[in-house]
């Protein structure tokens, strides 16, 4: 990995966790991820016409696309219901687990065989799980259900990390991204508003939240940590380091939970997070 794509890498990382606690702290998650989704679309395709980049969709393209959307709408459900129901602090380093989804998928798909620093890795990873469900006062500190919904995160994260590594090499970028997220940004909106989540008539009418400060904020934080990924994948990032280096932002969301949320018993969260990511990147390095 180069110190270029390094450094997208980790700016990404450092991103990554705000726009995601915008989402927990809202009342309607819902709503506030498809207008970040749709926000960010925007900006991808403002940001391609100013660069004059050729918004046709190569053949070779449309297969990573689909699987990209797939991605993202697991991703996507999945995100909302898990910060609806658990603390960002515990099911945040779960749902950025997915280095150990490109593990099983690289074995399963391409039958690459790894040695037993990935297996130490993994372990590691399981024991930063389980010290993640100790908390004060509380015999398991992980729910069922949620965490079900944060793997499933887990497992969309791993679908379009990967999906995008290889779109990558025949398209733009942000004519990517744009693409991507308006299929996605379809769907996802249309199943809301099918479930009665929101309505599209009061959408853009006067709220609590988002204001169009803030969600232009927002979207340009979802767009600006998405397009770094895209552009480390393009110039060469191999997809299970990329993931790898993204767990940085697995202790600054712990950080942000205890600081910015409230939420309780930190100091065990945030060394398990530690633990958790030290694995990982042991599994991948290695």
Same mark, same amino acid.
């Given at each position: 990995m180069t110190f270029e794509v390094l450094m997208m890498v980790?700016?990404?990382?450092?991103?990554?966790?705000?726009?995601?606690?915008?989402?927990?702290?809202?009342?309607?998650?819902?709503?506030?991820? $498809?207008?970040?989704?749709?926000?960010?679309?925007?900006?991808?395709?403002?940001?391609?016409?100013?660069?004059?980049?050729? *918004?046709? /969709?190569?053949?070779?393209?449309?297969?990573?696309?689909? *699987?990209? /959307? /797939?991605?993202?709408?697991?991703?996507?459900?999945?995100?909302?219901?898990?910060?609806?129901?658990?603390?960002?602090?515990?099911?945040?380093?779960?749902?950025?687990?997915?280095?150990? $989804?490109?593990?099983?998928?690289?074995?399963?798909?391409?039958?690459?065989?790894?040695d037993w620093w990935v297996i130490l890795g993994i372990l590691i990873v399981l024991a930063g799980g389980a010290m993640l469900a100790i908390q004060p006062g509380k015999a398991v500190g992980l729910d069922g259900k949620t965490l079900l919904l944060a793997v499933l995160a887990m497992c969309g994260t791993g679908i379009y990390s990967m999906a995008d590594g290889a779109a990558t090499q025949v398209i733009e970028s942000p004519v990517l991204f744009f693409y991507v997220q308006i299929s996605f940004a379809v769907i996802y909106g249309t199943v809301m508003r099918l479930q009665g989540k929101f309505h599209f008539s009061a959408m853009f009418l006067p709220m609590e939240f988002p204001s169009i400060r803030r969600s232009l904020m927002a979207s340009s934080l979802v767009y600006a940590s998405y397009l770094l990924i895209l552009l480390a994948y393009a110039q060469g990032g191999d997809i299970a380091l990329v993931t790898t280096v993204r767990q940085i932002s697995i202790p600054l969301s712990v950080l942000m939970g205890g600081m910015m949320l409230k939420e309780k018993g930190m100091l065990p969260r945030f060394l398990a997070s530690g633990v958790l990511s030290a694995g990982i990147a042991i599994a991948l390095v290695h």
């Open positions: 980790l700016l990404s990382a450092a991103i990554h966790p705000f726009w995601n606690l915008l989402v927990k702290r809202e009342n309607c998650p819902e709503r506030t991820y $498809f207008l970040l989704s749709l926000g960010s679309l925007c900006l991808a395709l403002l940001h391609a016409l100013i660069m004059g980049y050729d *918004l046709s /969709v190569p053949p070779e393209a449309y297969g990573p696309i689909a *699987l990209s /959307v /797939v991605g993202q709408l697991i991703y996507g459900f999945a995100l909302v219901a898990t910060y609806q129901k658990g603390d960002i602090s515990i099911y945040y380093p779960i749902i950025r687990a997915s280095p150990l $989804f490109v593990i099983a998928a690289s074995f399963l798909v391409f039958g690459k065989v790894y």
